[in-house]
């Protein structure tokens, strides 16, 4: 009894049927699954995702093909909502069916669950390429345009070292931040226990330091530059005076050199007359002083590009006498008051004078270095007249190192008579 009871229960809900109904159900499933098949995007076999039912909810796995209304008019709870009207399915639009809308696919696999949150839109290369494009495309391409100066790096095109695209660029930014990294001229009256008599004593030494360890010439002119910048800033006494020469040394040496001086050739060089821990105190005081501005243009970095302006720099006469009129011009304070790059070319003027060159102030050394002939001379017979003085000298280190057959003998060169100061008629 209680079996028959169950069943017209179930039969009612629309769960169990008789043989027919459920053979009916099953012909119409086949059917739908022939008629799905045949009528599947192509590009829907590419992926794992399944159309949307026909209710426009996303289908899971697969359509329920619908249940018939049984023979004896018992129907469905589904089948009854249908036919009540109140689940009726929206019409779908023209088109649908080939292209259905992304959220009516429902992607299986964790990757495509990602890619369907990422909200999809051209990629970051696509965008750069597009654009680029169309800036190239609006923009007319324009050749540089032609430098004013004389070309005298043509020969170096092919040698990165030589960087000749952007030489003028670099010398032009040297010629303008050259006025300060210059002290002024008269900066050693500030100071109360040394003056320019014992600088020049001071730097004499260095140049035979300097040769004494086989540096760099940047080197020596660094090492210049940053002894005066100090000194211009700071109050030195008479017993730190060498103190501050070896460290000025040191800090260019680490600068410039690919092997630079220890520390303790520095404290045997001075005759241990500074401990080590002295010089690395100093050189934490002037660094900071100097605010560790280390690069700058020196007169040795001016005298080479003025050297391939007049095309000399292959000429060992004239390059070792410019060298050594500007080493010179280091050790005398009354050249402090001219620029750097005033000194470099007067001292390559002076040389080509005195080896009696055709040209001895050619166009495009005017033009690179940008002074005048007449700028140029006033500087000019100062450095003839250092040149005359240097063999009797009380400092001659200078004198002596360009005196060596390794420099061309360069300090044994007469000066050019006409850049003399006339000499008083007895």
Not at 39 to 56: E, M, T, V, Y
Not at 246 to 266: G, N, Q
Not at 330 to 344: F, P, R, T
Not at 365 to 370: R, S
């Amino acid at each position: 009894m209680a079996l028959r009871a169950v069943q017209p229960i179930e039969a009612e809900n629309g769960v169990l049927g008789n043989n027919n109904v459920a053979k009916a159900a099953a012909g119409v499933k086949a059917a739908a699954g022939l008629q799905a098949q045949n009528k599947r995007r192509a590009l829907g076999d590419l992926s794992n995702q399944q159309p949307a039912a026909a209710a426009g909810k996303p289908g899971l796995v697969k359509e329920k093909a619908a249940v018939p209304v049984p023979a004896d008019g018992v129907k469905t709870r589904a089948a009854a909502r249908r036919a009540d009207g109140k689940d009726a399915p929206m019409p779908a639009a023209p088109g649908a069916a080939l292209r259905p809308a992304p959220a009516q696919l429902v992607p299986r696999t964790r990757s495509q669950v990602a890619n369907a949150q990422r909200v999809q839109g051209p990629s970051m290369s696509s965008l750069l390429s597009q654009r680029s494009e169309a800036f190239v495309g609006s923009q007319s391409v324009r050749a540089p345009p032609p430098s004013p100066l004389p070309d005298i790096d043509s020969g170096d095109r092919l040698n990165p070292l030589m960087a000749a695209d952007y030489v003028n660029d670099i010398y032009f930014f040297y010629k303008r931040v050259e006025p300060k990294y210059k002290v002024p001229s008269d900066y050693m009256t500030k100071q109360t226990d040394i003056n320019d008599k014992m600088r020049a004593i001071l730097i004499d030494w260095l140049v035979e330091v300097h040769l004494k360890f086989k540096l760099m010439p940047e080197t020596l002119f660094l090492t210049v530059n940053l002894i005066d910048r100090f000194l211009n800033e700071k109050q030195v006494t008479r017993k730190n005076l060498q103190l501050v020469g070896v460290t000025a040394m040191l800090i260019a040496s680490k600068y410039e050199e690919i092997w630079a001086p220890e520390v303790r050739d520095f404290v045997y060089i001075s005759d241990r007359a500074y401990t080590k821990e002295q010089i690395l105190g100093m050189e934490k005081v002037m660094l900071n002083t100097l605010k560790f501005h280390l690069t700058l243009p020196t007169t040795y970095n001016f005298l080479a590009r003025d050297l391939k302006a007049a095309n000399m720099h292959f000429d060992k006469d004239v390059t070792m006498l410019s060298s050594y009129l500007i080493e010179l011009a280091q050790v005398d304070a009354g050249m402090l008051k001219h620029n750097y790059s005033l000194i470099a070319v007067a001292a390559l003027h002076v040389a080509m004078c005195a080896y009696e060159k055709a040209d001895c102030y050619p166009r495009a050394l005017e033009k690179h270095c940008g002074y005048t002939l007449d700028e140029v001379t006033p500087v000019a017979m100062q450095l003839a007249e250092l040149m005359q003085k240097a063999p009797t000298s009380s400092l001659t280190a200078v004198w002596k190192k360009y005196s060596s057959t390794k420099y061309n003998e360069a300090a044994k060169k007469p000066a050019p008579a006409h850049l003399l100061p006339a000499q008083p008629v007895a």
